[in-house]
Nanobody, 127 residues
Framework: QVQLVESGGGVVPPGGSLRLSCAAS????????MAWFRQAPGKEREFVAF???????NYEDSVKGRFTVSRDNAKNTMDLQMNNLKPEDTAVFFC?????????????????????WGQGTQVTVSS
């Protein structure tokens, strides 16, 4: 089993920044692909970014250039630095983990590829 705990959410004005963190415990963190997803009120969950154990990253188009995902395999943590936040970024952000056994980028952009999830942290962008 893998346990995931997110932190760092809050309320920021448009153009502001937040840094989310995900702490993992349980099985070997370095083997996992780690991802961030988000779900806005009344909308379906959507992919935000993932990072492979090597540090390779992939982003949803609307966050490219504004969000940066990173991981520290020694500390079993993954972060999401979010800059230039927009009201449409308001959502609950979830950390997710999956074994890194597939090469496919599309596979790890799908929520149903991840068996392990955190409880989520609320991000609200509002003036």
């Amino acid at each position: 089993q893998v346990q995931l705990v997110e932190s760092g959410g809050g309320v920021v004005p448009p153009g502001g920044s937040l840094r989310l963190s995900c702490a993992a415990s349980g099985r070997a963190f370095s083997r996992f692909v780690m991802a961030w997803f988000r779900q806005a009120p009344g909308k379906e969950r959507e992919f935000v970014a993932f990072t492979r154990s090597s540090g390779t990253t992939n982003y949803e188009d609307s966050v490219k250039g504004r969000f940066t995902v990173s991981r520290d395999n020694a500390k079993n943590t993954m972060d999401l630095q979010m800059n230039n936040l927009k009201p449409e970024d308001t959502a609950v952000f979830f950390c997710a983990a999956a074994e890194g056994v597939f090469y496919s980028t599309d596979y790890y952009r799908r929520g149903d590829s991840y068996p392990y999830w955190g409880q989520g942290t609320q991000v609200t962008v509002s003036s």
